[in-house]
């Protein structure tokens, strides 16, 4: 399978993270790039190649204009105005605050645009996550073209970016931008099936209103797990988009057999469907000995979750999202995608 | 004029403030009550008194239960979970997610509840904000059985604490408190005119659709300040409470002559209003050296702006807000206070 890469991405390095009070190491780090292209490499999983520019366009396609051009300039901006820490939100449009009211001041954009403060808008955030898309549309374009599955090694990832909205580590919603050049390009339907540990709650929010793209998400409980506030069963999306949004909520402790029962009704939901395109949001931090996760799959499991993918028979891209127990994430990827292969 | 204080209010004592993506010496700290009673003590103010004990009720009289049992016990909620920073959220129900899901985890519930980022919920401080409130009740008690005026040295601060929402460094809104306290007693219409620096937004929340409070808040504007999301001019109140919510928000840099002249606007509203009772939400970081805020008011504005508030010849509880110019604090609160006596 090829792999779409660019040492890039590495660009963006974010010295903390928010966690329970306290700064922390981020967990999304370069070097889970440096140990998914190892093991690409030492598995021999096929051809790596770089991504091409695509530039602003297909973002444009499917965020907001002003969240594109504020995650342009929020790191420039947020320095100007002598603010010395990386930037994060100290306070956002709240419950009981207005929502339809953009701040002047980059403290109150940052909060506005912001879907939690985790994430820090380091410098170099935007060039990172428009090489990141450029990984997921070179990954695309050559599924489209070919028929054949590739893997886009994405990072920043994408799956919490909403319309405007950046946190939980994601700028851009790569798998949304993909699909949507999918659809441009002359394909009906397009299924994505995320199966990072997290709701994907910015690709929910950017299809949820449309019948073009099934939304298909396994992940841990809301009322447990991060984002909290979004990925309930009950939300099946609206209007024309009503039935095309799937949200399958697992409980912590969760292990393969229990998650693969959800696997495989949403490949039944697929298969109903008939896309022309599979995307797999792809995380890992499903991986029992993920940091900031609790579901319990091995290395192993994740053959079993890529033969069961490739059983669709249907074109596929895969690109990554989440993973945070680092040691492993080369592996466990990996897995999922030479499982596909059937090797 | 009698001073009702507590050393109690010092139990809180936060070690963080996030600000500007660092974690900063909190602004609001212990010293400030320091500061203010030996300023009281100095010029003679008056008598000081120690506030009576008034319990849960009435708290839940404008507050939400769950929002009361969510304060009682986050902190040993977050200690029990593993957490070991102070209380700080980093998601909430931002703009895009539901806010109609109350998360299990603490991590979750304390973002639902959080108005901001910059105030953790440390050890001790639901006692103090109880502490806080007793303060403010007391002075509210004397005003109402004398007809003379009363400061309650509050501490933290309430003026931003909505009906289920903490933050800004406020959790119990002790003027929202007071006020429905003198209406439960048999008053017919109270006034609180909110002079801190900023827009006192949970005071809003908690009467905008009644008009038996008139609310007014002169505050820098929200398009700039701190809370960014509400304090604009066309927040008039809703349903009954239509044209019984005053903003003035005013641009940074504005001196006294200028807010001089918003003030007199509201006390020429609070005139034709003709309340029972005024309680003032009295925060001094309208101070030109206030450390997070950008108005241009000395020291000797205060005397003039308490001499104003003595002409509307209302019964009058004074409750401290904000002011985080320490060293000056006493000063400058005290000159209201004493404008006001016309000493
Ligand atoms: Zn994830
Ligand atoms: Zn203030």
């Known amino acids: 399978m090829l792999t779409f890469h660019s040492e890039d991405t590495k660009q963006r390095r974010p010295r903390i993270e928010l966690d329970g009070g306290r700064f922390v190491t981020p967990h999304e780090c370069p070097e889970r790039v440096d140990m998914v292209i190892d093991r690409v490499r030492k598995i021999g999983l096929g051809e790596i190649r770089a991504p091409r520019a695509y530039g602003l366009e297909p973002i444009l396609a499917v965020h907001d204009h002003g969240y594109v051009a504020f995650l342009e300039h929020a790191w420039d901006e947020w320095g100007a105005a002598g603010l010395e820490g990386e930037p994060i939100p100290s306070i956002w449009p709240a419950r009981r605050l207005r929502g339809d009211r953009i701040p002047n001041s980059i403290e109150g954009r940052i909060g506005y645009y912001a879907l939690a403060a985790e994430t820090t808008l380091c410098a170099r955030t935007f060039a990172a996550a428009q090489v990141s898309k450029d990984i997921a549309l070179s990954a695309l374009d050559h599924v489209v073209q070919t028929g054949e599955p590739a893997f886009g090694l994405c990072r920043p990832p994408g799956h919490h970016a909403a319309i405007d909205q950046y946190g939980g580590y994601c700028f851009f919603n790569n798998a949304a931008i993909a699909a949507q050049r999918a659809l441009q390009g002359g394909m009906g339907k397009v299924a994505i099936l995320d199966i990072d540990f997290h709701h994907g709650n910015g690709t929910q929010d950017i299809f949820y209103a449309r019948d073009d793209v099934l939304f298909l998400s396994l992940h841990g409980d809301p009322r447990q797990e991060f984002p909290y506030f979004l990925g309930f069963a009950d939300e099946t999306g609206r209007g024309k988009g009503e039935g095309f949004n799937v949200n399958y909520p697992l409980l912590g402790g969760t292990d ?88």
């Not at 599979?278 to 499903?286: A, K, Y």
């Not at 290395?299 to 993918?309: F, N």
């Open 256 to 343: 393969y057999a229990v998650w693969a029962n959800a696997l495989e009704d949403a490949l039944r939901r697929v298969r109903a469907y008939r896309p022309e395109l599979l995307i797999v949001s792809l995380g890992v931090d499903t991986f029992e000995l993920d940091p900031i996760s609790s579901f319990k799959l091995k290395s192993d499991d994740y053959l079993d979750c890529g033969r069961r993918l490739k059983a669709l028979g249907i074109p596929t891209t895969f690109l990554l999202e989440g993973g945070y127990a680092v040691e492993e994430i080369g592996i466990n990827v990996v897995n999922v995608l030479t499982g596909f292969e059937g090797s």
